[in-house]
């Protein structure tokens, strides 16, 4: 069994990702997905980071553990005209919530029209694998900020975020609609995709007990079960000792 805990508090995070992996693992690997809470972290995570790599980072490493896989995001609002802002200061913008935020952004673009109101949504996400090997995924979304809200769906500044080849707005957007096209939802589809690979690369060539097996290098320490003898014979994924890159080092970038 494979664990995945994800930082975060919210259920429907868990269920997007549970739908997600179990479209790319197509059932060959039993898995399961826990928040923070249900693993036994319930105080907040400080996001400290400038940048949305370095939060997502700093939450992904506070789960962290050898016993599951730990896997955080962040995401933010960028717009070409502001230099980039909100940014990683999206939710916390004006400190008066999200009504708050998306009256500061009409605001800080009163009287600009057309490309002067471009920008685009912005997701990092990090895993880290029970070795310690660190992924970071990221998606992203172009749109126009709109001069006025429209729809009652959706979050944050969704309801001023045009998708313009639709031609609605986030909040105008089915649930459905939404995460087929958003940022969140591409760089989750990618960690998906990235994960499935290492997992069903682990599970179509074992010779061993699966996931949580002795680890390699012959540390006590869960890893993707393959003992070090193993590993030449299949190839580390970058440079490491066997699959799932014990003693890589580093993040993916992706």
């Known amino acids: 069994m494979v664990e995945f805990v994800l930082a975060t508090h919210n259920k429907n995070k868990v269920r997007e990702m549970e739908r997600l992996l179990g479209q790319t693992l197509g059932g060959r690997v039993e898995f399961s997905v826990k928040t923070a809470e249900q693993v036994g972290v319930t105080d907040e995570i400080e996001e400290n980071g ?43 913008w004006s400190g008066e919530g999200d009504a708050g ?12 029209h057309g490309e002067e109101r471009k920008a685009r949504f912005v997701t990092a996400v990090c895993c880290i694998l029970p070795s ?13 900020i709109l001069d006025a809200p429209r729809g009652d769906g959706g979050f944050g500044y969704d309801p001023l975020f045009l998708y313009e080849p639709l031609g609605r707005s986030f909040a105008e957007l089915s649930g459905d609609e939404k995460n087929a096209v958003s940022h969140r939802g591409r760089a989750m589809r990618a960690l ?19 996931y949580d097996g002795e680890a390699c290098g012959n540390e006590k ?34």
């Open 50 to 92: 400038t940048t949305f790599d370095e939060n997502a980072r700093i939450k992904a490493r506070a789960l962290a553990s050898d016993r599951y896989i730990s896997i955080a995001d962040d995401s933010g609002l960028s717009v070409d005209a502001l230099g980039g802002a909100p940014g990683v200061y999206s939710a916390r």
């Open 101 to 112: 935020n998306n009256k500061k952004l009409l605001r800080e673009l009163e009287g600009r």
């Open 132 to 144: 310690g090997r660190e992924l970071m995924l990221h998606g992203e979304c172009e749109g126009l």
């Open 192 to 210: 998906a995709d990235r994960l499935a690979d290492i997992l069903l690369s682990e599970h179509d060539g074992q010779t061993h007990g699966g």
């Open 221 to 254: 320490k869960s890893c993707c079960g393959r003992s070090a003898d193993k590993a030449d014979a299949h190839g580390a994924h970058d440079g490491g000792a066997c699959c799932c890159g014990h003693r890589t080092g580093g993040a993916e970038n992706k």
